[in-house]
């Protein structure tokens, strides 16, 4: 199971609380953990990657064990611990804005 | 007795206001999707327990929510939570807020390009919806006027979008820019005569119509004088603010201007000026009164650049004559150290008998005058800053 994490605004728009818990089959990467998150709560379509370009929201980032993600190509396998489950998939919101 | 709920988009959530007939009484929902800009909510005409609402946010994009029990309770109106996000054929099932502009041969292929800041062309690119309008007899059928200028219709509730891009594409594209407030479509007005004609505004590249429906466009700026462009005639180009209409005389406009304050008599063919004696002719929102047709409603502010009331003194004034002889309204608003804005969509008119008449500011109040502006009281005063005021006449 891979764990996520959503900021708030998003487990609102999701309807849940705490952490989300995928299966996702094949290679564990950002693509297939977001495709895999936006088959389950379609209502996150475009909120964190544009609906046409597939790009990750300029205000969004990925982090997963202490480490920024957000630069790394979407196929890019993600750490082992995300991958068992150990870890989770943090999806974060800047801190910024009014 | 008749009832009013007034429909509040704010910069940090969603408030709904409601009272009976007498509007003395108010009753405070929200806020709704809190710490999220909700640019706009419009009831259906056709049904309006069906109620839509804009939901934007600089780090998630846009949310189109929809409400079908009058605002008590919302959703997005696209596929449920736990439900496959393709229809067993594999087709995709619908995305409430997704907005992509039509790029087909057919359609959309014309026009891929604005004029930017700079004088260059510029790719068009989705931000926002800024204006909501629900067909006057489907409640399934909504228009939505989005950052950048593009109208996008729904037939189905909300669930998917579809661009007319025959706007978009008519071919004065490339001169469309953006103000300051971003290249908005603010303004949709449908004639309630022949549901073929509509009327939109964009900031800045003017007033356009349609007489079929939506699939083919062209300006009506004919009049409008604008001299902070290069030509201040130009067929497009011109900062519009605001349009009404009273829908007993669909074919007479009224417009706000980013200066000057226009009227037309023959849907759109030609302008005049009616600014008359008001003390700035800049401003946002304009409205018209529900039974009196040439009684209308502006917000005089200063600009370029301040965009406050003139004195710090707040004043609706209202013209009985159609435009250029204005009366000040200032009976119950503040007329000391007042340095509020009041946005374009951020006034509304009931149609209750005397007719009521609602505006918002960016300091957070929302005042109605239940007397057709003779006199003011704040229903709220604190909100966040108020983006859009919208108003449901009930039974």
């Not at chain 1, 209502?43 to 205000?59: A, E, K, N, S, Y």
């Not at chain 2, 661009?163 to 949709?188: D, K, S, V, Y």
């Not at chain 2, 009327?199 to 604008?226: C, E, M, Q, V």
């Not at chain 2, 013209?319 to 204005?326: D, K, L, M, V, Y």
Request: proline share 9%; net charge negative; charged share 20%.
């Amino acid at each position: 199971m891979i764990r996520v994490v959503l900021p708030a605004h998003l487990r609102t728009l999701a309807q849940v609380n705490g952490d989300v818990e995928l299966q996702v089959e094949g290679p564990v990467t950002q693509r297939s953990v977001l495709d895999a998150l936006e088959a389950r709560y379609p209502m996150l379509h475009g909120t964190i990657r544009d609906h046409v370009t597939q790009q990750r929201r300029p205000f969004l980032r990925y982090f997963a064990c202490g480490e920024d993600l957000s630069h790394e190509p979407p196929d890019a396998p993600l750490p082992d611990a995300v991958a068992s489950g150990v870890e989770p998939l943090f999806i974060i919101g800047a801190i910024a804005g009014g | 007795m008749s009832r009013v709920r007034v429909l509040v988009g704010t910069r940090k959530g969603a408030f709904i206001l409601t009272s009976d007939g007498k509007r003395g009484r108010w009753d405070v929902s929200g806020p709704h999707f809190s710490g999220w800009e909700i640019y706009h909510l419009k009831g259906s005409p056709a049904d309006p327990n069906r109620v839509y609402a804009s939901q934007t946010s600089g780090w998630f994009g846009q949310i189109i929510q929809r409400s079908d029990d009058g605002g008590r309770t919302w959703h997005q109106p696209g596929t449920p939570p736990g439900e496959p996000t393709t229809a067993p054929d594999g087709t995709p099932k619908g995305e409430s807020n997704k907005f992509v502009y039509d790029t087909s041969p057919e359609t959309g292929k014309p026009l891929t390009t604005h004029q930017w800041y700079d004088g260059t062309q510029h790719a068009w690119e989705f931000k926002r919806v800024w204006h909501l309008e629900p067909s006057l007899s489907d409640p399934g059928t909504v228009y939505a006027g989005v950052e950048d200028a593009a109208l996008f219709r729904s037939t189905d509730g909300g669930k998917t979008w579809q661009e007319l891009a025959g706007l978009r594409g008519h071919g004065t594209g490339p001169q469309w820019q953006p103000g300051a407030g971003g290249m908005c479509l603010h303004t949709i007005l449908i004639d309630p005569s022949d549901p073929r004609r509509m009327y939109i505004a964009i900031s800045a590249a003017g007033a356009f119509r349609t007489d079929d429906g939506g699939k083919t466009w062209r300006p009506i700026n004919r009049g409008l004088k604008s001299q902070y462009i290069p030509n201040p005639e130009a067929e497009v180009g011109h900062c519009v603010h605001r349009i009404a209409m009273n829908p007993s005389r669909p074919k007479v406009l009224f417009m706000q201007k980013h200066w000057d304050v226009m009227r037309s008599d023959n849907a759109g063919e030609s302008w005049q000026e009616v600014s008359g004696n008001l003390p700035t002719d800049f401003g946002f929102p304009i409205d018209v009164h529900a039974h009196e047709p040439e009684t209308i409603y502006v917000v005089p502010i200063k600009s370029d650049s301040e965009h406050f009331p003139p004195d710090g003194k707040l004043r609706v004034y209202r013209s009985r004559t159609g435009g250029n002889e204005w009366e000040a309204l200032t009976k119950g608003l503040p007329q000391r150290d007042c340095f509020v804005n009041v946005l374009r969509d951020a006034m509304a008119v009931d149609r209750l008998d005397p007719c009521g008449v609602y505006f918002g500011t960016t300091g957070g109040q929302v005042y109605v005058s239940a007397d057709a502006g003779d006199s003011w009281a704040p229903i709220v005063r604190d909100l966040p800053a108020v983006l859009s005021v919208e108003v449901q006449t009930l039974p």
